[in-house]
């Protein structure tokens, strides 16, 4: 069996092999044109502007196919998603959550490799590498991904939470470096 690493793109190699991490994400949720422009567009952005942005990736050690990838940034009250659920972490007395967090984005194992690891791999290698004291995430009530952020030592912050320009329900996540 081909090994795989776990390692960070620095800005210029993300750059370089965008669409390759695009399409471990399409093929990962089968995302729309549009929805994968969108999140073009936000990685773009984040890498000019963020210096915090990370895109994690596990890779074929032979052939360098993308299996998985992460994509995210420190936690800044100004962007949309702490905008979304700070008020509700606050109200919950959970607002130091925030305080020194990495904002995880985006996490995609492409379904060629699923139940590998290769997610669990991405989440370990965040913990054990960011400077930031806790990671924050969210996903839907529904994804089986809820368990594997559990076994990862995410803890559930806010498990009916309700975006409110959407509506849409969420679980807002927290891994906290012990």
Do not use: K
């Not at 020194?100 to 699923?114: I, K, Q």
């Amino acid at each position: 069996m081909p090994s795989a690493i776990t390692r960070d793109l620095t800005p210029e190699e993300a750059r370089a092999r965008l669409e390759e991490v695009l399409e471990v994400y399409r093929a990962a949720w089968d995302a729309s044109a549009s929805l994968l422009d969108h999140l073009r567009g936000r990685i773009r952005h984040s890498l000019s502007l963020v210096p915090s942005t990370r895109i994690a990736v596990v890779e074929d050690e032979q052939t360098s196919q993308l299996h998985s990838m992460l994509f995210g940034h420190a936690y800044h009250p100004s962007s949309w998603w702490p905008r979304q659920v700070q008020g509700a972490l606050e109200a919950a007395g959970l607002a130091d959550w925030s305080d020194d967090a990495f904002e995880v984005v985006e996490v995609a194992t492409a379904p060629w490799a699923r139940g590998r690891g290769f997610a669990r791999a991405l989440l370990e290698h965040l913990h054990a590498t960011m400077p930031q004291t806790t990671s924050l995430l969210s996903t839907g009530p529904d994804n089986p991904a809820r368990a594997l952020y559990r076994r990862c030592g995410y803890v559930e912050l806010l498990p009916n939470f309700r975006y409110e320009v959407t509506g849409s329900p969420a679980v807002v996540l927290g891994y906290r470096r012990a």
